[in-house]
């Protein structure tokens, strides 16, 4: 059996390993995995309703749950070896693919940096960025009402300074975060970014210097590819045409109030 991994493209971490996948070259079976449709998220809309559906394709939440013991993506299935967590999984397929040095570098001082930024990023742009979805899109989606303004405010300025002190300890004047090449801290830093401007909230307005960093992250990966899996999330508004299941929304609006407290 070759190498499976379990991804669903409206997750930050999964869309990292999926570009990393593909712009190394490394043979994969994409399983997808839809967590916010049917049984995690509801039903569909029926038939003849008007309502447009999400994309559609086949899921593979079952096989996920089978594959990682923590039961979410993303999931990786290596023959009789699976592995969960985006970081282990990224630093898996780069030492067992032998990827380009650039990605998680030999010298151990630049290698030091990718570490230091991929600490950092998870108390400060990943602690901000994706509230923006779950205030715009998947709370109103549930409770059926919008959140006050001032919550998304509060999330913005959070976001903003730690993008302060991401263009202001990590990028610098450098092209990217270690340097004049691509490496995995900033793959992992561009697709959190990318899930604001998939709400609209775009952060890289009026930030030049971010705007550039993130236009050379495109050209390292390649455009095409980079679009192609921001896909989902730049069209995140069509969640709003789901109908959830009212046992389902009474059970989870006030876990997901909770994750914004």
């Known amino acids: 059996m070759g ?23 490394i043979p994969f079976e994409f399983k997808h995995v839809e967590l916010f449709k049917d049984s995690v998220l509801g039903k569909k809309p029926a038939a003849g309703s008007g309502a447009e559906q999400p994309r559609a ?9 089978k594959v990682s013991l923590l039961k979410k993506v993303p999931a990786l299935k290596d023959g009789d070896f699976t592995l969960a967590e ?12 032998n ?23 998870h ?7 994706p509230k923006t979805m779950w205030i715009k899109v998947l709370i109103p989606l549930f409770t059926g009402q919008p959140l006050p303004s001032e919550k998304l405010q509060e999330v913005m300025e959070g976001l903003s300074t730690s993008l302060k002190q991401f263009e202001e300890r990590f990028l610098q004047d450098k092209a990217f975060i270690i340097g004049s090449e691509i490496s995995l801290a900033d793959l992992v830093a ?17 930030r030049p210097r971010l705007m550039e960093w993130r236009r050379r992250v495109e050209d390292a990966v390649g455009k095409e590819l980079f679009f192609q899996a921001h896909e989902m999330i730049l069209n995140i508004k069509e969640l709003s045409n789901i109908q959830i299941d009212p046992q389902l929304k009474e059970h989870l609006a006030p876990v997901l109030m909770k994750m914004l407290k």
């Open 123 to 129: 108390a400060n742009i990943r602690a901000n960025a």
């Open 57 to 65: 394709g086949p899921s593979n939440s079952e096989g996920a749950g």
């Open 190 to 206: 561009i697709v959190e970014l990318m899930q604001p401007v998939g709400v609209g909230c775009d952060i890289f307005e009026d």
């Open 3 to 25: 190498l499976e991994l379990y991804l669903d493209l409206l997750s930050q971490p999964c869309r990292s390993i999926y570009i990393f996948a593909r712009s190394n070259n």
């Open 99 to 121: 990827t380009p040095d650039h990605w998680y570098p030999s010298d151990i001082q630049k290698r030091a940096q990718v570490d230091e930024y991929l600490s950092w990023h």
């Open 86 to 97: 985006c970081t282990a999984i990224l630093l898996y397929l780069s030492r067992k693919y």
